[in-house]
């Protein structure tokens, strides 16, 4: 359980020294002990990519991107992205999943599956700068009806910058993938939310190549179309699986704006002085750029 200063509290469970969302075990099919085995034992095929992110960075978009381009195809998927996400959904349930299939995950590398590694699965890295990271992520924890956090954006940045939030410090988060990729053998495609922003289509190309999936830039270009954020946002509410709706609250949608630079709106200039602090501290020796606006 975490505190806040005002005295909010919210509930993880910890998996290997790190907090988690409490996913509903009945969801997961398994007790969590149980399920944390199966996932780190779990079948990998040699077709199969993850996406890895801290939370908010922009996953669902994404996922459904990387779903279009395997599938050759603007057709939004009908599943939401939770619904293979690792440590959100029931081990066996990936068995039944056609190739190929687009794993997602805001697990640390060791805690991912053993076969990610044996078999050299592509993986595809997002980051976000942390400013508007702590935003989004303080809007979903208030809009998350199993969260449910009442605290406001301050007590919040505080809780982000000092405590182990689901998933860890952001900044332990980055660092540690940071040092992963310096010596991993599995090919990986490594952006921001910010690039994406700044040059889709460039990026969905590039994914493209790394996939070495076949597609025309025509369609590289109606991929971008069809999940840019207004569109995304509509799909989400009139295609997708109700999966995630008991998670949310009436009428709170995780496509909240969709902008590179909100937290300007929302953080006050000691909230943001604190990030900067915490970053200038953190980030001492880290070769990742963040970008703040674009
Ligand atoms: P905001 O809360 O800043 O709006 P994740 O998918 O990792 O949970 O990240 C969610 C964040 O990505 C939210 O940020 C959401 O609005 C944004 N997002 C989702 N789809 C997007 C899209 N198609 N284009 C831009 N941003 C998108």
């Not at 779990?42 to 599938?71: F, S």
């Not at 959904?89 to 990610?116: G, M």
């Not at 999936?213 to 207004?230: M, R, Y």
Request: glycine letters at 4%; proline letters at 5%; aromatic letters at 12%.
């Amino acid at each position: 359980i975490f505190i806040d200063k005002s005295g909010n509290e919210f509930k993880t469970i910890e998996v290997d020294g790190i907090p988690i969302p409490p996913f509903p075990e009945e969801m997961l099919g398994n007790s969590y002990s149980e399920h944390f085995r199966k996932l780190r034992e779990m079948n990998i095929r040699d077709d199969d990519v993850i996406i890895c992110a801290y939370p908010k960075a922009g996953t669902h978009w994404i996922w459904e991107v990387i779903q279009m381009l395997r599938g050759q195809t603007t057709e939004y998927h009908k599943h939401i992205k939770e619904q293979h996400m690792l440590e959100a959904t029931n081990i066996d349930s990936f068995d039944a999943e056609p190739s190929p299939r687009v794993l997602n995950s805001h697990l640390w590398p060791k805690q991912l599956p053993k076969q990610i590694f044996e078999k050299k699965t592509k993986i595809i890295y997002l980051t976000r700068n942390p400013k508007d990271t702590a935003v989004s992520m303080f809007f979903h924890f208030n809009a998350s009806s199993d969260l449910n956090y009442h605290g406001n954006l301050s007590d919040f940045v505080d809780l982000y910058v000092n405590k182990q939030l689901p998933y860890g410090l952001w900044y332990e988060y980055v660092l540690e993938w940071e040092k992963f990729f310096k010596t991993t053998e599995n090919p990986f495609y490594q952006f921001s939310y910010e690039d994406m922003q700044q040059n889709p289509v460039d990026h969905v190309k590039g994914l493209a190549k790394f996939l070495e999936t076949d597609v025309s830039d025509e369609l590289c270009e109606a991929i971008v179309d069809a999940c840019s954020f207004n569109k995304l946002k509509k799909a989400n509410d009139e295609v997708k699986d109700d999966f995630i709706k008991p998670f949310m609250k009436e009428g709170r949608s995780l496509y909240r704006k969709g902008k590179v630079g909100d937290w300007k709106n929302w953080l006050t200039v000691a909230d943001s002085e604190l990030i900067d602090q915490m970053t200038a501290k953190r980030m001492e020796d880290s070769q990742i750029k963040l970008k703040y606006t674009i």
